[in-house]
Each structure stands twice: as C-alpha cells, then as structure tokens.
T-cell receptor, first 108, second 113 residues
Framework: KNEVEQSPQNLTAQEGEFITINCSYS?????LHWLQQHPGGGIVSLFM???GKKKHGRLIATINIQEKHSSLHITASHPRDSAVYIC??????????FGTGTSLTVIP | NAGVTQTPKFRILKIGQSMTLQCAQD?????MYWYRQDPGMGLKLIYY???????DKGEVPNGYNVSRSTTEYFPLRLELAAPSQTSVYFC????????????FGEGSWLTVV
C-alpha cells in the first residue's frame, strides 16, 4: 500500500475548465507538497502547506489534516497547465513520500 | 542561485560499467536526496544526507553509493550497472527549517544496455 494515493491518474480537460486533483495520505506529516513535472523536464514545487489553503495565480491548494486529504485546483485551465502533478508528503522524520502523479492534458 | 544542478542529463551505460551522477546545490541546504523515477511509479528514495559527512540509505539503495564530503555536493555512484538501473534520477535538496520547500534538479536519464 502506498503512503500517498492520488486521483485521478489521468485527466483530460477542455481549456477553461475547473480541475481538481485529489491526494490522500496515511502517515503523520510535517508538510504536504504539490509538485509539477513537465514532459522531459524537471520537477518544481508549486505549494508547500501544513494547514488550510494557499493560492497562487490560478492554482489553489487545500489540506485537511484531520481527514489526511489535500486537493489541488486549477481554475480556468490552459494548455500550458498540461503536466504531471505529484503530491508529496514529508513525515515527521523528514522523509518524503510521493504519489504516482496525475497526468493532466488540457485541450485547446 | 543556480539551485540544484545535475549532470549528466543523458547517459547510456553498458552492463557492468560504473559511473557517477553529479549533484550540486548552492543554497547551503543541509538535506540532500537522490530519487529514481520509474514509469508509472512514484519517486523512490535511493540515499539521503542530512548534512556534510552524514549519509543514509533510502528505500532502494542496492547498487548505489553516495558521499557527502561538503554541503554543496552529493554525488551518486552506480557500480556494475544493471538494466534494472535504467531510470530517471533526480537529486533534490531542502533547507534545515521545517518551512523550507524542496528543490529538484532537472533529472538524469540513464539507460543501461
């Protein structure tokens, strides 16, 4: 069983649609990260959060510590948002656990 | 700051060869990590370091070695390469504070034939 589960695995959306990616985890955490990976490219951190909600441009990340669940929302999606989105949690021992990623394709 | 710099970007090895993946960070981060990413799988931790002179095994350390003689550098050594080591490798670093985010290198695509 993976410590971090993401859904959906694959997602195709029309440009302009509102997108939600979900992440559930089973370990006690110090922080949760949402990462973005473009094809053939590196990995960048979008958000790090340990409670509540954060917003950056069209991206919103929320976390519910009690339910061990986080969501990443993309408003007014655009083809340049096409990427793999990875949920990662850092446990209290400073180890990271990664989900397998959600592959998002936004069609013009 | 250059962030986390990994080299090489691409490499093809023959079975039994050895090589070193280089990783450097210029952010004075204490924590450094090596991960491998296989298709359809999450990132798996190979080795990590919490500071210069300190390294520890992760989830999949077999076939690899690391060293951390300075804060900046964290090379990953592959001894006697095997096809199972064909993967994408990522180096990452993070600062000491719990509020610090994690930074990744661009990745190294390694094929063992």
């Amino acid at each position: 069983k993976n410590e971090v589960e993401q859904s959906p695995q694959n997602l195709t959306a029309q440009e302009g649609e509102f997108i939600t990616i979900n992440c559930s985890y089973s370990v006690g955490i110090s922080a949760l990260h949402w990462l973005q990976q473009h094809p053939g490219g590196g990995i960048v951190s979008l958000f790090m959060l340990s409670s509540g909600k954060k917003k950056h441009g069209r991206l919103i990340a929320t976390i519910n510590i009690q339910e061990k669940h986080s969501s990443l929302h993309i408003t007014a999606s655009h083809p340049r948002d096409s990427a793999v989105y990875i949920c990662a949690v850092r446990d209290t021992g400073n180890q990271f656990y990664f989900g397998t990623g959600t592959s998002l394709t936004v069609i013009p | 700051n250059a962030g986390v710099t990994q080299t090489p970007k691409f490499r093809i090895l023959k079975i039994g060869q050895s090589m070193t993946l280089q990783c450097a960070q210029d952010m004075n981060h204490n924590y450094m990590y090596w991960y491998r990413q296989d298709p359809g799988m999450g990132l798996k931790l190979i080795y990590y370091s919490v500071g210069a002179g300190i390294t520890d095994k992760g989830e999949v350390p077999n076939g690899y070695n690391v060293s951390r003689s300075t804060t900046e550098y964290f090379p990953l050594r592959l001894e006697l390469a095997a096809p199972s080591q064909t993967s994408v490798y990522f180096c990452a670093s993070r600062g000491q504070s719990g509020g610090n985010t994690i930074y990744f290198g661009e990745g190294s695509w390694l094929t063992v034939v």
